[in-house]
């Protein structure tokens, strides 16, 4: 019996695809071994740990002062809840405990953080 040939005008046969899932193994490397497992979630398969977070963010937004979560809903830059108390309680300290002069510090702070001064 014979091979089966290609239809007239096909050009020359090419050799079947690889398997995918190479086992994770860079080019040019050897795999260590049969492929890890997905961790679960959307992460694949990475060797990193998975953390917990440590308490609600939302509650901690809602923490915050009014004036606080009022710059935040305007803000440019994505800020943690942990990271705007902080800079509100530094520019708070600063400015004497002014609320005006805090909200003009954070929009500096933001400002240079953006790369805009």
């Known amino acids: 019996m014979s091979a089966p040939t290609a239809p007239a005008g096909a050009g020359p046969a090419l050799p079947p695809p690889a398997p995918r899932g190479g086992g994770g193994a860079m080019r040019g490397e050897a795999a260590a071994g049969p492929p890890r497992p997905a961790a679960p979630g959307n992460r694949g398969a990475v060797p990193l740990r998975a953390r917990r ?3 609600d963010p939302m509650a901690e937004f809602d923490r915050l002062p009014p004036a606080l979560r009022r ?4 803000a440019a830059l994505p800020w943690s809840p942990r990271s705007a108390a902080r ?4 520019a708070r300290r600063a400015s004497g405990g002014d609320e005006a002069a805090a909200l003009a510090a954070l929009d500096a702070l933001q400002a ?5 001064t």
């Open 53 to 55: 977070r440590a308490g």
């Open 71 to 74: 710059w935040l809903a305007e």
């Open 87 to 90: 800079a509100w309680a530094r």
């Open 112 to 116: 240079r953080r953006l790369g805009l």
